[in-house]
């Protein structure tokens, strides 16, 4: 976590509207409404594009397989330092079926001996957006190896996404939710 504190305090209950509340649980798809979707709400017009795209990118009708979404969600998160977006995520990543050597692995990148050579792919392809917004040729030959164009394209758009949000949250200062624990490997407080 970049702050201690949020620069943004999140709407709580008293404000939020019944309708906003419903609005956002049916979106979320969760009874709970998200340290990140309360402070959203500041918005919501934002708050509505970026639920619309955040839905999509998350659906498991998008050609990427849920599992290896999570894995280039969960990297990009890791790169960005971002220690809300790697605490919500570890726990869909493991839904989706990734194990726990597997998240850990995702810290230290393709270079795990743990990853299959299309997963290895994900990761390398995430590290190059990172670090350069490009994808090499020789990246984008492994992809093609593994993927489909609508599965690369998602895999493209959920790095740069994820990348966003995690922006959006380390500089509003989005806290965990309850129940969260922050990785020591993200504590970047002062």
């Given at each position: 976590?970049?702050?201690?504190?949020?620069?943004?305090?999140?709407?709580?209950?008293?404000v939020?509207?019944?309708?906003?509340?419903?609005y956002l649980?049916?979106?979320?798809?969760?009874?709970?409404?998200?340290a990140?979707?309360?402070?959203?709400?500041?918005?919501?017009a934002?708050?509505?594009?970026f639920?619309?795209?955040?839905?999509?990118?998350?659906?498991r009708?998008?050609?990427?397989?849920p599992?290896?979404?999570?894995?280039?969600i969960?990297?990009?998160?890791?790169?960005?330092?971002?220690?809300?977006?790697?605490?919500?995520?570890?726990?869909?990543?493991?839904?989706?079926?990734l194990?726990?050597?597997?998240i850990?692995?995702?810290?230290?990148?393709a270079?795990?001996?743990i990853?299959?050579?299309?997963?290895?792919?994900?990761?390398r392809?995430t590290?190059?957006?990172?670090t350069?917004?490009?994808?090499?040729?020789?990246?984008?030959?492994?992809?093609k190896?593994?993927?489909?164009?609508?599965?690369?394209?998602?895999?493209?758009?959920a790095?740069?996404q994820?990348?966003?949000v995690?922006m959006?949250?380390?500089?509003?200062?989005?806290?965990?939710?309850?129940?969260?624990?922050?990785?020591?490997?993200?504590?970047?407080?002062?």
């Amino acid at each position: 976590m970049r702050l201690s504190k949020a620069r943004i305090e999140p709407l709580g209950d008293e404000v939020i509207s019944p309708e906003l509340a419903a609005y956002l649980r049916q979106r979320a798809a969760s009874p709970l409404i998200l340290a990140i979707h309360r402070t959203l709400a500041h918005d919501p017009a934002t708050m509505d594009a970026f639920l619309a795209w955040g839905g999509h990118i998350l659906s498991r009708d998008n050609g990427l397989p849920p599992r290896q979404r999570e894995m280039v969600i969960l990297r990009t998160g890791f790169l960005c330092k971002s220690g809300y977006e790697w605490a919500q995520h570890i726990r869909m990543g493991a839904r989706e079926g990734l194990t726990e050597p597997e998240i850990a692995a995702i810290k230290i990148g393709a270079d795990d001996p743990i990853w299959s050579d299309a997963d290895r792919a994900l990761l390398r392809m995430t590290d190059e957006l990172h670090t350069d917004q490009f994808i090499s040729d020789g990246v984008w030959t492994q992809l093609k190896a593994h993927f489909d164009t609508r599965a690369i394209f998602i895999a493209i758009m959920a790095a740069g996404q994820y990348t966003t949000v995690s922006m959006f949250l380390n500089s509003v200062g989005v806290q965990l939710d309850e129940g969260q624990v922050l990785d020591p490997d993200l504590a970047d407080l002062p």
